[in-house]
């Protein structure tokens, strides 16, 4: 019976050790001392990491279009707040598919110890299973593939096979 106050998530919390492996595997370098005691800007590049390689998005290096910045008196005083900004809706919107509905700003500018375990737990167990299904994709492709070519194969056959029932029935 789960103890009171304590929420239920539908991914298991990891352990740091774990945490640390397991990202050391999605190539995304963080210690233990990280997750003791996270800092703002170690949370960022690591949150912009994980859609990176996650994802495909790329929220640091990404052009701000012009028209966005024009708004602005100084527009390159607002590039770097436009980025956190970007980095932060992606994070909600990536946070909620991997099952944390409560990620919000406070985990990037003064993360703490427990969410940021919880938030890394998430990834990790979306990783592991988007890994999974992505082997199931490739298997049902693979499938696909050899079953196109069978199909090539025998409409070939049987056009060579009405090729022959044509020259037979135009000797008769």
Not at 70 to 84: D, K, V, Y
Not at 97 to 108: H, Y
Request: one cysteine or more; proline letters at 3%.
């Amino acid at each position: 019976m789960p103890k009171k106050g304590k929420k239920q998530y539908s991914f298991p919390i990891l352990k740091k050790k774990e945490i640390v492996k397991c990202m050391k595997e999605l190539q995304i370098s963080i210690t233990e001392n990280d997750l003791k005691d996270p800092r703002e800007e170690t949370c960022k590049l690591m949150y912009a990491s994980v859609l990176e390689k996650l994802m495909g998005v790329n929220v640091m290096s990404k052009q701000i279009p012009y028209d966005k910045l024009s708004i602005f008196e100084f527009p390159s005083l607002h590039e770097q707040s436009l980025i956190s900004v970007r980095l932060i809706c992606e994070m909600i919107k990536f946070m909620q598919k991997a099952g944390v509905e409560d990620f919000n700003i406070s985990d990037l500018i003064s993360p703490q110890s427990n969410s940021t375990i919880r938030n890394l737990s998430a990834i990790i167990n979306f990783a592991r299973w988007r890994e999974q299904k992505y082997q199931i994709f490739m298997d049902r492709k693979q499938e696909l593939h050899r079953l196109d070519q069978q199909l090539k194969c025998i409409i070939a056959e049987n056009k060579k096979c009405a090729d022959v029932f044509v020259q037979i029935n135009a000797q008769n």
